[in-house]
């Protein structure tokens, strides 16, 4: 009695309009209406009753409160309902409209939403005058190509004041004619996490990415995608850019990877790789009065420009930090940098770029002041490493070829070889340039005076260290920070093991003095393949942990004397007799004795040689790359 009484008591107390938000499956692949709008239930009929994916939008745009959230099984979903009407789309036809604030996810695995075979619509909308919150994860949405002048191949965001989040989700295959964003056009708040915009093209600006509002980019890749301005991207509001790949974008005009607009843009962590521009900045263009853009831990290699500005092109205000510019190439000025404005490059890596004037930067008018940084081996028949007027030192730079250009200033290198070595992973996000042996680099930065050096190189080693052990620690020139390097030993250094025996592998590893307390030490197996068994030890957890092990779900893990074995591609890691001796905050040694047991694919051929190869990290952003330590060679067992 109390309790019924209690409940209606319950229900009077909800107040009156008030909606809860709702959930509603997909269960069919079909492209149907919804048959009642708004009556909170999804089905396209009401005596055979098909939950679609056009049915729960339909249901979540007719329903107040929110945001609701519409769950899309793995599988294909075509939308093949063409709008009759040449002027108008009525309810029920064309893309999704994004009325309401919702969530539309996959499950089980990545939806595919595309368009139907001739489809002449976007994917998905929303109009500019009603604002959404907009949540989409685990999709795959492409081939929407809209009427002529319309904006957002596959997604348009018309209002200003919408929120649009995208996690783990694809957008390709979608075109515009005579309008912007080929993948995306977006006026409201745009972040992406995790996505991939690929192959995408606009006839005006954005292939993949064209916003008006705020947009962020987080480990995300852009390629393929082509437009007359920004190939992969064009922004004209706020960007950020991080932990992101931009590869393989075309702009037939200016800003091949990038295009920024009188925007304020942040690229951080980013790796700019193969775009191209018929006019200026193969990799980016930075144009107006009020464009501002800092590049901060980046790599450009082999991005191209018919004009200038093979990886940067700048006619605004342009900071380059702790960033390196690799194999770039414009026909006319800058093969790495071009400037018509106000540039600042403070520890950069400029090398092996080529242009006719130029060949590294080139400042054609305007104030390029150039502090720390390498600027060598680029190739021009006027300045072949710098040229233009202009050009100001902030002191501590390595200018390999000077003919061209003055620069003044405190403490330059100039004639010198920096030594450097090839662009490749050598830890960071991007791959890098290291300071070879020797290198006239090598804690020559700024000491007290000048341009005081970046606090982190690339890779976001610390700086200064005392890359020559001349017992003072002091910057380098250039991205890179060279480290003292800590001391692998491998016991036996070059072992053999037959398929099926265990085989016990004792390595030490002796941290430099500058060093706080270790994080991690990192084991790989190298064979004709590349990397086959890659192992992970965390100094914290003490724990195992297999890198590369071709599973869809968590790496195996495991503790040290474990009753537990981690099994890999190649070989498993018998934890019971796998031991870890020294290291912790007051140690500088660890030695690991691993127990290792190959399988019959080790030597498929019958006998095969590995490279052990070791790599290190502290508590502090010191890194280590990978080194030879030894050797083994695997070999199959005797047949009775």
């Known amino acids: 009695m109390y309790g019924l009484a209690f409940a209606v008591l319950a229900l009077c107390l909800v107040p009156v309009g008030v909606a809860q938000a709702t ?3 997909v269960d069919s692949t079909d492209d149907g209406p919804d048959v009642n709008t708004g009556n909170g239930k999804c089905a396209t009929s009401v005596l055979f009753p098909k939950c679609t994916l056009r049915a729960a939008v339909m249901e979540a745009n007719g329903l107040s409160g929110g945001p609701h959230t519409i769950i899309v099984p793995a599988g294909t979903y075509l939308l093949s309902r063409v709008s009759p009407l040449p002027d108008r789309i009525p309810e029920g036809y064309g893309p999704l409209p994004i009325f309401k604030s919702m969530n539309i996810t996959g ?41 002529d002048g319309h904006s957002g191949g596959a997604i348009n965001i018309n209002n200003f004041s919408s929120v649009v989040s995208l996690v783990n989700v694809t957008v390709r295959d979608s075109s515009v004619q005579g309008a912007d964003g080929g993948g995306i056009s977006s006026n409201g708040t745009l972040t992406l996490d995790h996505c991939v915009i690929k192959d995408n093209t606009a006839a005006l600006a954005g292939g993949g990415i064209e916003s008006f509002g705020a947009a962020s980019i987080n480990e995300s890749t852009i390629s393929g995608n082509q437009a007359q301005f920004g190939g992969g991207i064009a922004s004209f509001n706020t960007l950020t850019v991080s932990r992101t790949t931009l590869d393989h974008n075309i702009a037939t005009f ?39 853009l800092t590049v901060d ?30 194999g770039n190439g414009a026909f006319a000025f800058g093969g790495g940098i071009y400037n018509s404005a106000t540039a600042i490059l403070n520890n950069v890596t400029i090398a092996s770029n080529s ?23 680029n190739n021009a028949s006027t300045g072949p490493d ?72 690339e890779r976001q080693v610390r700086r200064p260290q005392d890359g020559n052990a001349d017992g003072q620690a002091r910057c380098d020139i250039g991205a890179f920070e060279v480290a003292p390097v800590g001391a692998f030993d491998l016991s036996p250094g070059d072992s053999a093991a037959r398929v099926g025996d265990l085989l016990l592998l ?22 004709e393949d590349g990397v086959v068994f890659s192992l992970l030890w965390d100094q914290q957890t003490n724990t195992f942990r297999l890198l590369n092990d071709d599973r869809d779900g968590p790496s195996p893990s495991g503790i040290p004397g474990a009753n537990q074995q981690l099994e890999g591609r190649i070989a498993r890691l018998i ?37 052990i190869e070791a790599a290190a990290a502290d508590d502090f952003g010191n890194q280590q790359g990978f080194a030879q330590a030894g050797t083994v060679t695997v070999v199959q067992q005797k047949r009775p």
């Open 107 to 147: 499950s089980g695995g990545i939806a595919v939403i595309r368009g139907a075979s001739g489809w002449p619509h976007r994917i998905f909308v929303n109009p500019s005058t009603l604002p959404v919150t907009l949540s989409m994860s685990n999709l795959d949405i492409g081939n929407g190509h809209p009427a």
């Open 297 to 326: 831990r980046t790599t450009f290699s082999v991005n191209a420009a018919l004009s200038n500005g093979g990886a940067i092109g700048n006619s605004g205000r342009l900071t380059v930090k702790n960033s390196t510019m690799s």
């Open 23 to 25: 959930t509603f499956t």
């Open 355 to 377: 242009s006719v004037t130029g060949g590294g930067i080139m400042n054609e008018s305007g104030t390029l002041n150039v502090g720390n940084s390498i600027v060598a081996g």
């Open 386 to 457: 710098c040229g233009g007027s202009q050009l100001g030192s902030l002191g501590f730079n390595l200018i390999q070829n000077a003919a061209g250009c003055s620069l003044f200033g405190i403490a330059n290198i100039v004639g010198q070889n920096p030594l450097l070595g090839p662009l490749q992973q050598n830890g960071g996000f991007a791959a890098t340039r290291a300071l070879g042996p020797g290198s006239p680099a090598i804690d020559s930065g700024t000491t007290t005076l000048g341009t005081q050096c970046e606090l982190i190189d």
């Open 575 to 611: 934890l019971d007799t796998t031991t870890v001796q020294g290291s912790g905050p007051q140690g500088h040694d660890v030695t690991l004795t691993l127990a290792l047991i190959f399988k019959v694919t080790a030597a498929e051929h019958g006998q095969q040689v590995y490279r």
């Open 506 to 527: 004792g390595f030490r590893w002796t941290a430099p003095g500058s060093w706080r307390d270790l994080n991690t030490l990192q084991l790989r197996l190298t064979g």
């Open 254 to 292: 200016e800003g091949g990877g990038l295009y920024n607009n009188n925007s304020n843009a942040t690229v951080t962590n980013v790796t700019l790789f193969s775009n191209t521009a018929n006019t200026h900045g193969g990799g980016i263009w930075n144009e107006g009065a009020s464009a501002v």
